[in-house]
């Protein structure tokens, strides 16, 4: 069982960046969930993917079951379309998490349980799904151009619109200044 926190005993399953997961999940009474846990050693970007027999729903939580749980990202998917969560995440331990559900509400009833569950009845939709977790580096805030690194070209691109707001304003206070000049050198190189 991977049921995460949904359950009284909690589990969920340890899983390294590039794995690809085949996986089944059902409707069942409690609903079925499917959790997954990736450790991060410093802030990274979490590409978190799906393509599901039914109505999927992909959410990333970040605390742990004895505590308060924190959501970072959320999305869903139709049955056999993608839908995936690209988010920079910090440094800490986080849950994946897939299931079947809609935006409005939980997907409770049309989904199988897995086929060795001798419980099984028709469902409208199938149980299974292949699911993605993939990771990289998150990208610098001062990285203005989208280069891939904080440098000349960036300053440059700070310093034309010294004064004024938009482009350059890294600390959001509405004016490009010190303030901003001081985190982009931060994140130089």
Known sequence: LNDGCSLSSTASVP???GTVIDGTCGTGSPRDTDWYTITLASPGRVVWSAEAEFPVQLLV???????????AAETYGEPCASAAIDTCLDAGTWFLIVGPGYPERNLNRGVPCPDDDPKTEP?????????????????????LN???????????LLLSNWGRSGIGDLNGDGVVNGADLGLLLADWG
């Not at 799904?129 to 998150?138: F, K, N």
């Not at 989208?146 to 440059?156: E, N």
């Open 15 to 17: 899983i390294d960046c």
């Open 61 to 71: 939580l970040g605390g742990t079951c004895e505590g308060v749980l924190q959501l």
């Open 123 to 143: 469902g409208f939709f199938g149980n299974r799904y292949v699911a993605t977790y993939q990771c990289a580096g998150c990208a610098s805030p001062a990285d």
């Open 146 to 156: 989208g280069d891939g690194v904080v440098d000349g070209a960036d300053l440059g």
